[in-house]
């Protein structure tokens, strides 16, 4: 008897190819009757394939048309995700609004979540006073690009301490409360339905006593991702054990992912979690990002594959009007350690 494979499609630049695209992960699907393909951007989508499914991290007018004459003539192959739905995620003011739709949920521990205070600057050029665009916004704060569209212009950060720290911003810009964090943020995948949770190295807290002294600005860009070697030249990151460090809860991280994933109409993201160590136990989402690394995520393989698989297999709720869905959340060997009720039905 011959088992139906499945053809997966993938439209993705050169670096995310490299990095999402490993042998393990191609072996993987293959052994479980899915094949991934390249797509030849170069061509048009409708002359490739067949695909059963496509997936991307591109965007603009060409290519959403090209997704859209695709799936005229391949009514049955699903597109993961809709370019509109990612969009909202290229603006750093838009990509955390949506925080707001999700409804708390009770929890044991009490715990809230939220957004950092934060506005936004068209024009720097012709600022001439940032204190009073920001009511009730207190230094530090961090400047960043108000387009977060992967380029490494959109990750270049400015920790602003005094007024003329402004005087370098160029481009229209979010200005965001510097929140004291220990120094550790949670970095939330998610897959669909599952959500994976791990610590990674962040900026370290400013003391109040310090910043008296601290005027203008220091440039930052991607500290979670600073490789161990940058680290180890590093006292404070010498002496910050990730280890000790305790996770968010875990029905607080399941239910803010559940949240984002129905509201936003998305399946792959992940989303940057800090805890105010000010207040304890209330948790801030200050980054959300589309079709992330997830090559970094343990186990990535087997939790990529098993998405395919429930996506081909119209397992994966694609409509998210699923008030008691679950969520999964995936523990370090990719099996599930925990499966939290998705609370959230505000949004189908
Ligand atoms: O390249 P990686 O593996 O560091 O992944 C980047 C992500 O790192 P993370 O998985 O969160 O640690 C990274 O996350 P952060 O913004 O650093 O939180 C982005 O998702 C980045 O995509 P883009 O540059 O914003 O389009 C991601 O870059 P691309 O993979 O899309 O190039
Ligand atoms: N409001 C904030 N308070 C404290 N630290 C922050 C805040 N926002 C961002 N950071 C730090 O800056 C880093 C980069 O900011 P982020 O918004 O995640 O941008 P990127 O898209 O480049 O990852 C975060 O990983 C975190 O270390
Ligand atoms: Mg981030
Ligand atoms: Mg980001």
């Known amino acids: 008897m011959t088992t139906k494979r499945f053809s997966v499609g993938y439209a993705l630049l050169l670096k995310k190819q490299k990095s999402f695209i490993q042998d393990s992960l191609v072996n993987l699907a293959k052994e479980r009757g899915i094949d991934l393909i390249k797509i030849d951007t170069d061509k048009p989508l409708v002359d490739q394939g067949p695909f059963d499914c496509v997936l991307h991290k591109l965007h603009g007018?060409?290519?959403?048309?090209?997704?859209?004459?695709?799936?005229?003539?391949?009514?049955?192959?699903?597109?993961?995700?809709?370019?509109?739905?990612?969009?909202?995620?290229?603006?750093?003011?838009?990509?955390?609004?949506?925080?707001?739709?999700?409804?708390?949920?009770?929890?044991?521990?009490?715990?809230t979540f939220g957004i950092p205070k934060q506005f936004v600057i068209?024009?720097?050029e012709k600022l001439k006073d940032a204190a009073s665009c920001g009511e009730g916004l207190k230094f530090p704060v961090i400047a960043k690009p108000l387009v977060a569209d992967g380029s490494a212009k959109s990750h270049k950060m400015l920790l602003i301490f005094?007024?003329?720290?402004?005087?370098?911003?160029?481009?229209?810009?979010?200005?965001?409360?510097?929140?004291?964090?220990?120094?550790?943020?949670?970095?939330?995948y998610v897959v669909g339905k599952?959500?994976?949770c791990v610590k990674r190295k962040s900026l370290p807290d400013?003391?109040?006593?310090?910043?008296?002294?601290?005027?203008?600005?220091?440039?930052?860009?991607?500290?979670?991702?600073?490789?161990?070697?940058?680290?180890?030249?590093?006292?404070?990151?010498?002496?910050?054990?990730?280890?000790?460090?305790?996770?968010?809860?875990i029905s607080l991280i399941t239910n803010i992912a559940c949240g984002l994933r129905k509201a936003m109409k998305l399946h792959l993201f992940n989303f940057d979690v800090i805890r105010d160590t000010k207040v304890g136990n209330r948790y801030l989402v200050i980054?959300?990002?589309?079709?992330?690394?997830?090559?970094?995520?343990?186990?990535?393989?087997?939790?990529?594959?098993?998405?395919?698989?429930?996506?081909?297999?119209?397992?994966?709720?694609?409509?998210?009007?699923?008030?008691?869905?679950?969520m999964k959340l995936v523990d370090d060997n990719g099996g599930y350690c925990e499966e939290a009720r998705c609370h959230n039905g505000s949004s189908g």
């Open 162 to 188: 005094s007024n003329e720290g402004f005087d370098k911003l160029k481009s229209p810009t979010v200005v965001q409360e510097f929140v004291n964090h220990g120094g550790v943020i949670f970095k939330v």
């Open 206 to 249: 400013i003391a109040e006593e310090k910043l008296d002294g601290l005027r203008g600005s220091l440039s930052f860009s991607q500290v979670s991702n600073l490789t161990s070697d940058d680290r180890n030249d590093d006292e404070y990151y010498k002496m910050l054990d990730l280890e000790d460090v305790a996770m968010p809860p």
């Open 122 to 124: 068209y024009e720097p």
């Open 287 to 326: 980054d959300i990002n589309y079709f992330p690394g997830y090559a970094k995520m343990p186990g990535y393989e087997t939790v990529l594959t098993d998405f395919f698989w429930d996506v081909l297999n119209k397992k994966e709720a694609r409509l998210f009007n699923c008030k008691n869905e679950s």
């Open 61 to 111: 007018e060409e290519w959403r048309e090209q997704l859209r004459e695709f799936l005229v003539y391949n009514s049955n192959a699903i597109v993961v995700d809709f370019p509109d739905a990612i969009e909202r995620l290229r603006n750093r003011i838009s990509m955390l609004d949506v925080v707001s739709e999700i409804e708390a949920v009770e929890d044991n521990e009490a715990a």
């Open 194 to 196: 599952y959500v994976k």
